[in-house]
């Protein structure tokens, strides 16, 4: 029993997506350019040259927020989306009808379609890869140049994600819809 | 009906549906008339979409659709959402006699109510080929149903909703009103339950800002009225070859003058939405809504489904019912539109705006039109739509008793 | 799961065309997988599924970082690659492309057999042969040869690209006896490498852990990623205890993550740090103390630098940087030194002038103090390994290296390094300036028919040789024009020579097999031994021939034991590579040991070694760390900083960096100076056909101004023409305000001409084709941007 959050030092980023490759090759991910779990967002630069506005271009990954009132929880009709007992949000694939209303809910686009299973696929932090062998890390954690990521316990006030959340500065996305995320970026 | 059913006892209740015994040779026996044949190739035609769609789909899944990441919900969505509200409407408009008690619109009843049938089961059709496990759908809908679900609600009271319309249009054919009147009013209040609940799985969007909110669960009641109306015109319209008899005149001319506050309303709420959409200051709406208004299928729906009918109800006071029978078959091309709008319009804004690629376009617009095998299933729908609605015709008597 | 099923049904695909042998597979058949046809895309195994699992140690091999990796074997697959937290070089981590290095070994377009060609050379038309069949003909043909130039060895050419095996086959090249080796450099690190070579006597490490101001110029490391160098810095920029100035003409990765980007004209950098050194001589910020003690000839660069003028003033013209930017960066590196870094970069050589940039560079680092000290330029610690075995026989008839000469020395270039330019060769040999002919070549690892400027004639080079040997993994471009391929097998199949990384926190890792090699594939350590078992008697049949040395020898010694001690090539190749590596550890107790269990060994490891956190390990403590090995002296010869290079002056090349009129960056109206890089998901045209790679970006894209693009008409994704005066390649527009007007830039690597390659056989636009042989004149290195282009839609 956890309640499994992650900490982004987004700064960190260079959008390098080598925690995209680990995600897709730790758990089996279709290739596509839309088959992914998680990603590095990039706004196109502002400015003309060489006049540029350099704050502009930041590298932002993303992918489920894990939210503690997730919409797509919300709106499954079959809950087959559902909480684990780590507050991981996760996909029983027997269950989903691919209704794909999760997909339309999700505020976050976290969410897309396994075409092997056709099922609604989204990032689990790694609970039935590495997790599920007592591993402590997520592979996009574990593989990260530059460490952006800190997963682990938000209950456990001496996780390093807690010491880190007590002590940094933070935000989250799109919280004025009231999800409650559980990716907090680090300012 | 238990009380029904005791003093029959349920194998003799059920023979005891009244209904004419036809033979494929029966229902191949039709005037044929130039406009008849048209109708009935057509409708083969879909059909024959139907099938070859449904094999695209079962040959390559969702891939035989353009439906994406972005835009999940495509036409199939829409159209499913265009038969269903079809329903609600026919519904309504059938129980205003039979449920309600205006005599003048029990001529309509039955047909109306055996339409609302017909138009359900051809949503489900089409819906059955979007879900992507049906049966899965039906064994975890009961084993472990999301409450918070909208799509639960919506799809658990449809379903029961079709058992009323079912049972009420049985005892309709017994002529039993009093059990008509009693599961009439169930079927409409759960399909009314159940129609809300659909305006509300887009309500519930609280991440598509364009669609949030309280406003489609009571724009589909009121909207699912109207096109009532237009089919019973349409119907109507069919059944006498546009030489109504007089009691019908009567009841269309009043149907017509409904129409035309419904419309006035509709076109009110709509004005108010867009105006709130794009002056109300909620982030991300105002650029949606400007967008909207800058797509022809949004015109093609006000033209169509509002303008014209309104026009005519406005200039004639109602009583040009053959122009209402045209204006109708057009409206239905509007409301098809309405739908296709409300899928589409609720996904054009990406929830993730920045680009995930090096070599891409920052992500602006969600650009969707339908595949092959989307229209295909699509006008399919409509094809099993027209089908059954004429085997019923042959199958029942669906005008009203005359007592 | 289906993934499972398709990576196993193309092992079973492998063990059935192993099976159905040489005469059933048609050629065409012979780079296809089971999967080719389908390009399917479920490549990617889901961990955790299999019963049996293994967990191996072993180094990257997906670009030349060498960062730690543990493979993951499950029931027999390579399901995963995590990084190897134990290995201070790469810090627990692997980059986009580690990653994917299970698709470079599951490529269904591997070379999977020995092969000799059928067809016409660059048709890629081939038969499969057994090893015996390869080797026999590679002997015939090459005897045949040597027996006609009479022993001169040097008729055959060996290069090779850059990898930890490099040096194995460098002792078949030097066993051999050949004068003609031509390795990376020329078209790699050359110039930068060698100008801090004989400035500070190494090319330093930089201490970006510690710096507190960092100048990245012409270096970008958010996307050509050095380990542990990007790890380093960006965690600590934008305000977090480093700041960083990016100067780069294109707005990179980097420059998003620096504190200040400067855009600066291509190829004037050196005007830039010569306007720097400017302000620190005049306004005396330099280390007094350091330049008192370590720097040589450096009255004579100050006069040189005062009297010629290099003030910002005079720079802001030539580099398109203000002068009173140029003051501010002087001033707060001075003010922050010695833990502020002129970052030395590792890169190919872009301008003429680079290996004068490279010494100003290095001495305005000098200037600050910042030299084998913590938090700037480090020399570091090193663990010495016993060497690898060679031989080196004296062939008398071996004539010296293939280079052009001149009454003052070279025609090409001032300096001939260890490995040569190839540019220079390539063009001598095409135009006939090679003092004798050469006919035959071997080449490892190594496509120069993409790597290079000027595809058209290295295509040409490539045909004039009668025999062409390639060892490579993949069907390059090159391959297509080999007369015999030799397969080797990836770095996840193979145990390469244990190797040294020197630094503040040095280290021994080792590249372990992981998995048997797959179809016919060999490590290069087998190649050589069983060619030169074809080769080796034969070799010295021919030397006996001709060679009177030899054969006076032979006259008074046993011809076999004189064979085996002085001309017997096999021997260098009988251990196995596990074996060598562990006699080359020898001296230190577990190492060997170490190296196959955790991949990596450095003294005290056991005590040292440390996990601080998830993500943050501990290898050495603070004070046992290789920041200062000499207290600041620099490792020249001299033990000082060589400002003036008087040697040099008289073979036309400035002692002392210097400014020149024709350095400056100019365009014609209506064209663009063509620019070529790195990306953090693809290395050069080495991973152009990785399938996870190529799914993050399948395309490259032409970097070309958004307001040049509107008035020409160019949109996002259209196909434009790049033309200059050797070539044209097509490729798509990316508009961009990235990049100046008069400037255009692709990544290198893509565009592959070899259609064995399923996804990178005509993808994209290839640099190459359309780069001119600019040659650099210290070493003949390639001047990659000094060719301006004109661009055309089509």
């Given at each position: 029993?956890?309640?499994?959050?992650?900490?982004?030092?987004?700064?960190?980023?260079?959008?390098?997506?080598?925690?995209?490759?680990?995600?897709?090759?730790?758990?089996?991910?279709?290739?596509?350019?839309?088959?992914?779990?998680?990603?590095?967002?990039?706004?196109?630069?502002?400015?003309?040259?060489?006049?540029?506005?350099?704050?502009?271009?930041?590298?932002?990954?993303?992918?489920?927020?894990?939210?503690?009132?997730?919409?797509?929880?919300?709106?499954?009709?079959?809950?087959?989306?559902?909480?684990?007992?780590?507050?991981?949000?996760?996909?029983?694939?027997?269950?989903?009808?691919?209704?794909?209303?999760?997909?339309n809910a999700c505020p976050y686009d976290a969410r897309y379609v396994d075409d092997r299973t056709m099922t609604v696929d989204k990032c689990n932090f790694c609970s039935d890869t590495r997790l599920a062998r007592g591993e402590t890390t997520t592979a996009c954690q574990a593989t990260c140049p530059t460490k952006v990521r800190t997963f682990g316990d938000l209950d456990d006030p001496e996780s390093e994600i807690s010491v880190l959340l007590r002590t940094r500065e933070h935000f989250s996305l799109k919280s004025h819809l009231g999800t409650k995320p559980k990716l907090f970026y680090l300012t | 009906m238990a009380e029904a059913v005791k003093k029959q006892g349920i194998k003799e209740f059920i023979t005891s549906i009244p209904y004419n015994k036809i033979?494929?040779?029966?229902?191949?026996?039709?005037?044929?008339?130039?406009?008849?044949?048209?109708?009935?190739?057509?409708?083969?035609?879909?059909?024959?979409?139907?099938?070859?769609?449904?094999?695209?789909?079962?040959?390559?899944?969702?891939?035989?659709?353009?439906?994406?990441?972005?835009?999940?919900?495509?036409?199939?969505?829409?159209?499913?959402?265009?038969?269903?509200?079809?329903?609600?409407?026919?519904?309504?408009?059938?129980?205003?006699?039979?449920?309600?008690?205006?005599?003048?619109?029990?001529?309509?009843?039955?047909?109306?109510?055996?339409?609302?049938?017909?138009?359900?089961?051809?949503?489900?059709?089409?819906?059955?080929?979007?879900?992507?496990?049906?049966?899965?759908?039906?064994?975890?809908?009961?084993?472990?149903?999301?409450?918070?679900?909208?799509?639960?609600?919506?799809?658990?009271?449809?379903?029961?909703?079709?058992?009323?319309?079912?049972?009420?249009?049985?005892?309709?054919?017994?002529?039993?009103?009093?059990?008509?009147?009693?599961?009439?009013?169930?079927?409409?209040?759960?399909?009314?339950?159940?129609?809300?609940?659909?305006?509300?799985?887009?309500?519930?969007?609280?991440?598509?800002?364009?669609?949030?909110?309280?406003?489609?669960?009571?724009?589909?009641?009121?909207?699912?009225?109207?096109?009532?109306?237009?089919?019973?015109?349409?119907?109507?319209?069919?059944?006498?070859?546009?030489?109504?008899?007089?009691?019908?005149?009567?009841?269309?001319?009043?149907?017509?003058?409904?129409?035309?506050?419904?419309?006035?309303?509709?076109?009110?709420?709509?004005?108010?939405?867009?105006?709130?959409?794009?002056?109300?200051?909620?982030?991300?709406?105002?650029?949606?809504?400007?967008?909207?208004?800058?797509?022809?299928?949004?015109?093609?729906?006000?033209?169509?489904?509002?303008?014209?009918?309104?026009?005519?109800?406005?200039?004639?006071?109602?009583?040009?019912?053959?122009?209402?029978?045209?204006?109708?078959?057009?409206?239905?091309?509007?409301?098809?539109?309405?739908?296709?709008?409300?899928?589409?319009?609720?996904?054009?804004k990406p929830l993730q705006m920045m680009k995930v690629r090096e070599y891409q376009l920052a992500p602006e617009w969600v650009h969707y039109f339908p595949s092959a095998a989307e229209i295909m299933i699509s006008l399919g729908g409509l094809g099993l739509c027209i089908l059954l609605y004429y085997v019923g015709t042959k199958l029942f008597n669906l005008d009203a008793e005359t007592h | 799961m289906q993934v499972e099923l398709s990576r196993r049904k193309f092992l079973q695909g492998t063990v059935a065309l192993s099976v159905a042998g040489g005469s059933a597979v048609s050629a065409t058949n012979l780079f296809a997988g089971a999967d080719t046809p389908e390009k399917k895309l479920t490549i990617t195994t889901k961990t955790g599924v299999a019963k049996e699992v293994k967990l191996v140690p072993t180094l990257c091999e997906m670009c030349v970082n060498k960062c730690a990796a543990i493979a993951r074997v499950e029931d027999g697959i390579v399901t995963k690659l995590d990084p190897n937290p134990m290995f201070p070089k790469?810090?627990?981590?692997?980059?986009?492309?580690?990653?994917?290095?299970?698709?470079?070994?599951?490529?269904?377009?591997?070379?999977?057999?020995?092969?000799?060609?059928?067809?016409?050379?660059?048709?890629?038309?081939?038969?499969?042969?057994?090893?015996?069949?390869?080797?026999?003909?590679?002997?015939?043909?090459?005897?045949?040869?040597?027996?006609?130039?009479?022993?001169?060895?040097?008729?055959?050419?060996?290069?090779?690209?850059?990898?930890?095996?490099?040096?194995?086959?460098?002792?078949?090249?030097?066993?051999?006896?050949?004068?003609?080796?031509?390795?990376?450099?020329?078209?790699?690190?050359?110039?930068?490498?060698?100008?801090?070579?004989?400035?500070?006597?190494?090319?330093?490490?930089?201490?970006?852990?510690?710096?507190?101001?960092?100048?990245?110029?012409?270096?970008?490391?958010?996307?050509?990623?050095?380990?542990?160098?990007?790890?380093?810095?960006?965690?600590?920029?934008?305000?977090?205890?480093?700041?960083?100035v990016c100067i780069d003409p294109r707005f990179t990765n980097t420059a998003a993550k620096a504190d200040q980007w400067l855009a600066i004209n291509p190829g004037t950098d050196l005007a830039f740090v010569l306007a720097l050194t400017y302000v620190v001589l005049d306004e005396e910020l330099y280390d007094k103390a350091y330049v008192e003690k370590y720097f040589n000839d450096f009255d004579a660069y100050r006069a040189h630098i005062l009297s010629n003028g290099y003030t910002p003033e005079w720079a802001e013209p030539i580099t398109n940087i203000k002068a009173k930017e140029i003051y501010q960066i002087a001033r707060e590196f001075m003010a922050h030194a010695p833990k502020a870094i002129y970052y030395p970069g590792r890169r190919s050589t872009f301008a003429k002038n680079d290996f004068q940039l490279r010494r100003a560079m290095a001495i305005f680092q000098a200037l600050s103090g910042g030299i084998d000290t913590k938090g700037g330029l480090v020399f570091g610690g090193k663990i010495e390994i016993e060497d690898h075995e060679s031989l080196m026989p004296l062939y008398d008839k071996a004539k010296e290296r293939g280079v052009v000469k001149t009454e003052a020395g070279y025609a090409d270039c001032a300096v001939v390094s260890g490995g040569g330019s190839w540019l220079a060769w390539r063009n001598n040999f095409l135009e006939g300036k090679m003092p004798y002919s050469v006919r035959g070549m071997f080449c490892y690892k190594h496509n120069p028919m993409q790597n290079m400027p000027n595809t058209k004639k290295t295509a040409e080079m490539l045909k004039k040789m009668e025999l062409v040997v390639c060892i490579d993994t993949m069907p390059s471009d090159t391959v297509m024009y080999a007369d015999v391929v030799l397969p080797e097998c990836t770095y996840l199949e193979r145990t390469d020579p244990v190797k040294t990384f020197g630094g503040v926190e040095p280290a021994l890792a080792q590249r372990n097999k992981v998995i048997e090699p797959m179809f016919e594939s060999k490590p290069v350590n087998e190649i050589l031994r069983g060619l030169t078992k074809h080769l080796s008697r034969p070799l010295f049949e021919v030397t006996k021939k001709y060679d009177s040395e030899v054969q006076d020898a032979l006259a008074e010694e046993d011809e076999e034991a004189y064979y085996q001690e002085e001309f017997d090539m096999t021997k260098m190749y009988s251990h196995d590579q596990e074996v060598l590596n562990v006699h080359a550890v020898h001296a230190y107790e577990g190492a060997a040991e170490s190296l196959k269990r955790y991949g990596v060994y450095y003294p005290k490891m056991d005590q040292y070694y440390k996990q601080l956190s998830a993500n943050e390990h501990q290898y050495y403590p603070e004070k046992e760390k290789f920041y200062s090995v000499g207290e600041g002296r620099p490792q020249t010869p001299s033990g000082k900083v060589e400002c003036n290079l008087a040697n040099m002056s008289s073979k036309g090349i400035d002692g002392m960096p210097t400014w020149r009129d024709e350095y400056c960056f100019s365009v014609p109206e209506g064209k663009f100076r063509l620019m070529t890089g790195r990306h953090a998901q693809y290395t050069q045209s080495g991973t152009s056909n990785n399938i996870v790679l190529y799914d993050l970006m399948p395309e490259n894209y032409i970097w070309i101004n958004k307001r040049v693009a509107k008035e020409r008409g160019i949109t996002f994704g259209d196909k434009v023409e790049v033309i200059s005066s050797v070539g044209t390649t097509v490729i798509r527009a990316y508009p961009t305000e990235k990049i100046a007007p008069n400037q255009v830039f692709f990544i290198h690597g893509f565009g592959a001409e070899s259609s064995a390659l399923t996804w990178a056989y005509k993808n994209g636009g290839s640099d190459n084709a359309v780069i001119e042989d600019a040659l650099e004149p210290v070493y003949g290195a390639a001047a990659m941007h000094e060719t301006n282009v004109e661009i055309r839609k089509v």
């Open positions: 029993m956890a309640r499994y959050g992650m900490a982004l030092d987004y700064k960190n980023c260079i959008n390098c997506k080598a925690c995209e490759v680990a995600c897709k090759e730790e758990n089996g991910i279709l290739m596509g350019a839309d088959k992914h779990r998680i990603w590095v967002g990039v706004k196109e630069i502002k400015g003309e040259y060489p006049l540029l506005d350099i704050v502009s271009s930041s590298f932002e990954p993303s992918q489920c927020q894990h939210c503690e009132s997730a919409p797509c929880q919300e709106v499954c009709p079959t809950n087959a989306t559902y909480y684990d007992e780590n507050g991981v949000v996760r996909v029983d694939p027997d269950k989903c009808i691919l209704c794909s209303y999760c997909m | 033979g494929l040779k029966d229902l191949m026996s039709f005037e044929k008339t130039p406009r008849n044949i048209i109708i009935a190739v057509i409708t083969f035609a879909f059909l024959v979409s139907f099938a070859v769609g449904v094999a695209l789909y079962l040959m390559h899944g969702h891939h035989s659709y353009n439906v994406t990441r972005e835009h999940p919900w495509g036409l199939l969505i829409a159209v499913y959402i265009f038969f269903v509200v079809s329903s609600t409407g026919l519904c309504i408009v059938g129980s205003l006699g039979d449920v309600f008690g205006y005599k003048e619109y029990e001529m309509i009843s039955k047909r109306a109510i055996f339409g609302s049938i017909v138009t359900i089961i051809a949503g489900f059709a089409v819906i059955a080929f979007e879900i992507g496990h049906p049966v899965t759908m039906l064994i975890y809908n009961v084993l472990t149903p999301g409450f918070t679900s909208a799509i639960w609600w919506m799809g658990t009271l449809y379903g029961l909703y079709l058992t009323f319309m079912i049972i009420e249009f049985v005892f309709l054919l017994k002529h039993d009103m009093r059990m008509a009147r009693i599961f009439g009013l169930t079927g409409l209040l759960v399909g009314l339950a159940a129609h809300s609940n659909l305006g509300g799985v887009f309500g519930f969007l609280n991440a598509r800002t364009i669609s949030n909110g309280v406003f489609y669960p009571t724009y589909f009641i009121l909207t699912a009225f109207i096109t009532g109306i237009f089919i019973a015109f349409i119907m109507m319209g069919i059944r006498y070859r546009l030489s109504f008899p007089e009691n019908a005149k009567k009841m269309l001319t009043n149907l017509a003058k409904i129409q035309g506050l419904l419309i006035a309303i509709l076109i009110f709420f709509v004005t108010w939405k867009m105006l709130t959409d794009i002056y109300g200051g909620m982030p991300n709406r105002s650029e949606v809504a400007l967008h909207i208004l800058g797509s022809w299928t949004f015109w093609a729906e006000v033209v169509l489904a509002m303008a014209i009918p309104l026009l005519i109800i406005l200039k004639s006071k109602g009583s040009a019912i053959h122009a209402m029978f045209w204006a109708s078959l057009g409206g239905m091309v509007g409301v098809f539109f309405m739908r296709y709008n409300l899928v589409h319009d609720t996904q054009l | 790469s810090k627990n981590m692997l980059c986009p492309r580690g990653n994917a290095g299970i698709q470079a070994l599951y490529d269904p377009d591997r070379l999977k057999y020995p092969m000799i060609r059928t067809g016409e050379k660059g048709e890629g038309k081939f038969k499969r042969v057994t090893w015996d069949e390869a080797f026999r003909y590679i002997t015939e043909k090459t005897i045949k040869i040597l027996d006609e130039e009479e022993d001169n060895r040097s008729t055959f050419l060996f290069c090779a690209g850059e990898g930890m095996a490099e040096h194995t086959f460098q002792t078949f090249y030097q066993a051999f006896g050949s004068s003609n080796w031509l390795n990376h450099s020329s078209i790699c690190l050359q110039t930068v490498a060698s100008a801090y070579g004989v400035t500070l006597g190494a090319y330093p490490q930089s201490d970006l852990e510690n710096a507190e101001y960092i100048i990245m110029a012409g270096a970008n490391r958010a996307e050509a990623i050095v380990t542990p160098d990007t790890m380093d810095i960006f965690k600590r920029t934008k305000g977090r205890g480093a700041k960083m």
